[in-house]
């Protein structure tokens, strides 16, 4: 179902088709990992993998914490196929759980608990 609205002479539409959504998620994905820089998406796999070293349970605001200062990509969402490369080298896993940001400029949205598979893999 679309429905659309013209706001401000630009038209919008609202369609809900969860394929396409899908879609539309993994073409953004890969733009903003296309467009990230090399250095910063080498580091932001780092900062994944220290977070999944020492907690079991984290969300992607502990990963931050790991960034050093001074690294920087043009969109900070990149950080979402960093997280689905750590997923592939078998370092954490998704949960259906969720606790909501403490970053201001995410204005508390909610945030996926990831779990590491790195403690139980190196008995930590």
């Known amino acids: 179902m679309a429905l659309n609205y013209k706001i401000a002479d630009r038209q919008f539409e609202l369609n809900f088709d969860p394929a396409s959504s899908g879609t539309a998620r993994d073409e953004a994905m890969g733009r903003a ?3 990230a820089h090399e250095e910063w ?17 984290f969300i992607v605001d502990e ?26 080298a078998g370092w954490i896993c998704s949960t259906d759980e969720y606790i909501n940001s403490s970053r201001v400029t995410a204005h508390k949205n909610p945030r996926r608990i990831w779990r590491s598979l790195l403690i139980d893999e190196l008995g930590i």
């Open 63 to 88: 990963v931050w914490r790991y960034m050093p200062s001074g690294v920087s990509t043009h969109d900070l969402r990149a950080m979402g196929p960093v997280m689905r490369r750590a997923i592939k």
């Open 41 to 57: 998406k080498e580091v932001a796999l780092e900062a994944v993998y220290q977070a999944a070293l020492v907690n079991e349970k």
């Open 33 to 35: 990992e296309d467009y």
